[in-house]
T-cell receptor
Framework: QKEVEQDPGPLSVPEGAIVSLNCTYS??????FMWYRQYSRKGPELLMY????GNKEDGRFTAQVDKSSKYISLFIRDSQPSDSATYLC??????????????FGKGTLLTVNP | GAVVSQHPSWVICKSGTSVKIECRSL??????MFWYRQFPKQSLMLMAT?????????EQGVEKDKFLINHASLTLSTLTVTSAHPEDSSFYIC?????????????FGPGTRLTVL
């Protein structure tokens, strides 16, 4: 079993739809949970990060963490064509000393159709 | 703020040659830099972690003699792919972190696409 599981999609939705993206994980040592957006041939861009279980909202984006179920989600409201990208979940655990290491999911390719 | 650049953005080289990729933090001091590799339609795989002034820590399965990492200053890290072969063709991405700003925020560069002929 991989440490982080993410459905690669692809996921295609109409403009204005609510998008739900999910990841599960197996490593209880993960402490920080992030969502990145990556456009084709570009580096990842941090969208959201959370530390504790619960919800965190930023504009049209809501990140949700359920540590008891080892499950995280990203919701996108009123999706726009510009949201079309690959969304990567990532989780951070201490890797030794003071270093933290990110483990990424495979990414979900999202297309929002006008 | 928190901008990370990489140079070159793409490179094509012949098999057996060495290629150097630079990663710079433009507006903050990067106490730690990370190097990732991403194959098509795959996720980012961490290759190594480097703290400024220290030797890099390589992930299991990554050859440290093949992928030389230098992090001599707080704003610059370099990855040298030595004696590159076609199987080294990939998208290489660096990230930088300011330990003083928090342990969870890594800022990523735009990536370097390496093609080895």
């Amino acid at each position: 079993q991989k440490e982080v599981e993410q459905d690669p999609g692809p996921l295609s939705v109409p403009e204005g739809a609510i998008v739900s993206l999910n990841c599960t994980y197996s490593n209880s040592a993960f402490q920080y949970f992030m969502w990145y957006r990556q456009y084709s041939r570009k580096g990842p861009e941090l969208l959201m990060y959370t530390y504790s279980s619960g919800n965190k909202e930023d504009g049209r984006f809501t990140a949700q963490v359920d540590k008891s179920s080892k499950y995280i989600s990203l919701f996108i409201r009123d999706s726009q064509p510009s949201d079309s990208a690959t969304y990567l979940c990532a989780m951070s655990a201490r890797s030794g000393g003071s270093n933290y290491k990110l483990t990424f999911g495979k990414g979900t390719l999202l297309t929002v159709n006008p | 703020g928190a901008v990370v650049s990489q140079h070159p953005s793409w490179v094509i080289c012949k098999s057996g040659t060495s290629v150097k990729i630079e990663c710079r933090s433009l507006d903050f001091q990067a106490t730690t830099m990370f190097w990732y590799r991403q194959f098509p339609k795959q996720s980012l795989m961490l290759m190594a972690t480097s703290n400024e002034g220290s030797k890099a820590t390589y992930e299991q399965g990554v050859e440290k003699d093949k992928f030389l990492i230098n992090h001599a200053s707080l704003t610059l890290s370099t990855l040298t792919v030595t004696s590159a072969h076609p199987e080294d063709s990939s998208f290489y991405i660096c990230s930088a972190e300011n330990r003083l700003a928090g342990a969870y925020e890594q800022f990523f560069g735009p990536g370097t696409r390496l093609t080895v002929l």
